[in-house]
């Protein structure tokens, strides 16, 4: 088992930065990706972000890209998402996921096989 913990949410204005954090125990050693998916209100789950445990490699959704940047410290067993430039429609409860089997990517929630509880992100136009 796996357990993860989303921090680092809250209220900001447009253009605002804000980093989140997602801390995992359990399990950890058997983790090949991490990710964070959104879900804005009325909205489906969407991908944001992932990243291979071993750093090597990340992927993000064309409407965060050049503005969120993942990363992770497998020494802390910490995953980050840096989000700049935040704009209103970035408004969503955000959620770590962390994906125990070796895909060539991390695109789709089906692949994750744990999820933290979520953390709220409001940017306010």
């Not at 991908?47 to 959704?61: E, H, K």
């Amino acid at each position: 088992q796996v357990q993860l913990v989303e921090s680092g949410g809250g209220f900001v204005q447009a253009g605002d930065s804000l980093r989140l954090s997602c801390a995992a125990s359990g399990r950890t050693f058997g983790m090949f990706a991490m990710g964070w998916f959104r879900r804005a209100p009325g909205k489906a789950r969407e991908f944001v972000a992932a990243i291979r445990w071993s750093g090597i490699g990340t992927n993000y959704a064309d409407s965060v890209k050049g503005r969120f940047t993942i990363s992770r410290d497998s020494d802390q067993n910490m995953v980050y998402l840096q989000m700049n430039s935040l704009k209103p429609e970035d408004t969503a409860v955000y959620y770590c996921a962390a994906s125990t089997i070796n895909y060539s990517t991390h695109y789709y929630a089906p692949q994750y096989n744990y999820w933290g509880q979520g953390t709220q992100v409001t940017v306010s136009s």
